[in-house]
């Protein structure tokens, strides 16, 4: 007995897994993710950068997810930025404390507020979030 694959539900939101992308050549692929490392580290989103990477010839979901792993990229660097950020502050803090001792109270006052103005920095970095929108139902037009 034949058994028929039609009573497997594909979601038509989901991504296509990587094995089943189509296949471009290796020069190709490697300009195309150049150019998009270039664009995410300039600000750009996923659409932007797959619309641009189209533009040279790639398909639609290749140009994705080539985009999508350049700004995931991205602001995975931009965390660990962020890391080093706060691990500054919280030194230029210490320093400060070490200098109440031989001070009095202003130069380290001032000396830890400018520390904690570089933790405040650095998590901001490090908790700022991409938006990177997940393929979903679309909400019906209002009529």
């Given at each position: ?7 497997v539900k ?87 404390y070490l ?33 990177i929108h ?10």
């Amino acid at each position: 007995m034949a058994s028929s694959n039609s009573s497997v539900k594909v979601n038509p939101y989901s991504l296509a897994s990587s094995d089943a992308l189509p296949q471009i050549d290796e020069p190709l692929k490697r300009k195309a993710k150049q150019a998009a490392t270039k664009l995410a580290a300039g600000g750009s989103v996923v659409g932007s950068i797959s619309k641009k990477l189209q533009t040279m010839g790639i398909d639609a979901s290749n140009a994705e997810a080539i985009a999508l792993d350049a700004v995931m990229t991205r602001s995975r660097f931009e965390r660990l930025q962020g890391v080093g950020i706060v691990g500054f502050g919280m030194c230029v803090v210490f320093a400060g404390y070490l200098l109440s001792f031989v001070f009095i109270r202003r130069i380290p006052l001032a000396i830890a507020i400018t520390g904690l103005f570089f933790v405040m920095l650095g998590f901001s970095r490090i908790f700022h979030r991409s938006k990177i929108h997940r393929p979903g139902p679309r909400p019906r037009k209002m009529q």
